[in-house]
């Protein structure tokens, strides 16, 4: 681990709930800049934007093969 990041692992239970969100904010945009697809880990495993993408494609072909209501 860099030195860096060390210390910001290091200070991170000394932020509060509001500098937290800040420092998530600046980490989510850093990833937008360099055009990174931003990672979501959660219980369910990571999940990626280009997840969301292909998810977002399939569920529109299923409602525009879906028959039309009269």
Do not use: H, W
Request: overall charge negative; charged content about 25%.
């Amino acid at each position: 681990m860099s030195t860096a990041v060390a210390e910001i692992t290091r200070v991170l239970p000394r932020l509060s709930n509001e500098e937290l969100r800040d420092l998530e904010r600046a980490i989510l945009q850093t990833y937008r800049q360099r055009g990174v697809g931003i990672l979501f880990d959660d219980a369910y495993g990571i999940f990626t934007e280009q997840d969301l993408v292909t998810v977002c494609e399939e569920a529109l072909q299923v409602v525009e093969q879906a028959p039309s209501k009269p």
